[in-house]
């Protein structure tokens, strides 16, 4: 199993011509946008929505409503309000993107897709954005519409190195491996010491049985990211897929000791022990296993039943 990491981009003021935003955007509203991902860094969503929400009213000009939402005696923009705005600042654009992205994080995929259309019928030509819905699209399984995005991103913007990764990732999932690894290898170019291209290299030289170059290809990601449990159970995938039970056992291990909640790595590991012979601790693993995803046990099942086919030939 295959751990899929998307990457994000939020708009900063560093983005927005300096001149520009002074003459247009009221100074307030640059505030909320800076506490908006000031506060995305911290954890705090609801704290950057709200922040980004004012942002957004202030940059923008209101048409009277009937229903507003406030905080603090401030009118804010809800969903039916955003509808009657009548941009006054490109600005806004920017923090639609970012509020979408916050959204997203929340898990309102449809308000995060919302916000991400306004932003694209404010300002057409940011390439972050359709990197953004891309995301969006892909978590609701709509290949096609994230492949577009992706591509209009990259139209936009050539250099944008995580739409190379986001879409070389998405390409590997379609079992498009010499597209995805182009896009990989592109990424490479832009951002040599970014993980997460080196972590999706890596399960498309798996997907091409080319493990010795996986394992570099993880090993990479490793030494840019020691913390990253992905790429650990990667490696160690690659390891059992050569045959070396041992070195994919310490794998797995490594990755559940960074991230105890990788249930995966419990199936691989138990896997892993069980073509060893070591019955009982795998199924410690299985048990473990199933207590973090209990919806697996059909699938869990079928490789049990097909490790211990390969273990029988072997013996």
Known sequence: MRYRRTILVLFILALINTVAMKAQTPASAANYFQHGASKVQRGD????????????????????????????????????????????????????????????RKGDIDGAISDVDKALRIDSGLAEAYLARAVFRRARNDAKGALADFDRALAINSRLAEAYIDRGDLRLDMGNVDDAIADLD???????????????????????????????????????????????????TAWMSKGDF??????????????????????????????????????????????????????????????????????
């Open 45 to 104: 969503l609801d704290g950057a929505l709200e922040d980004y929400t004012r942002a957004i009213e202030i940059s923008s000009r209101l048409s009277p409503a009937k229903h507003t939402t406030s905080w603090g005696g401030r009118k804010a923009v809800d969903s039916t309000e955003a509808d009657r705005i009548s941009v006054v600042d490109p600005f806004t654009a920017r923090a639609y993107a970012n509020r979408g992205i916050v959204r997203y």
């Open 186 to 236: 592109r990424a490479l170019r832009l951002k040599p010491h970014y993980p997460d291209t080196y972590y999706a290299l890596g399960y498309a030289r798996i997907a091409r049985r080319e493990f010795d170059e996986a394992i570099a290809n993880f090993n990479q990601a490793i030494k840019f990211d020691s913390g990253m449990a992905w790429a650990y159970h990667g490696r160690g």
């Open 246 to 315: 041992e070195q994919a056992i310490a794998d797995f291990g490594h990755a559940l000791e960074l991230d105890a909640g990788l249930a995966f790595s419990h199936m691989n590991r138990g896997l892993a022990l069980l073509l060893q012979n070591r019955d009982a601790a795998a199924q410690k693993d299985f048990d473990q296993c199933l207590g973090l995803k209990p919806d697996i046990r059909a699938d869990l099942e079928r490789h049990i039943a097909l490790a211990k086919e390969i273990r029988s030939r072997k013996n």
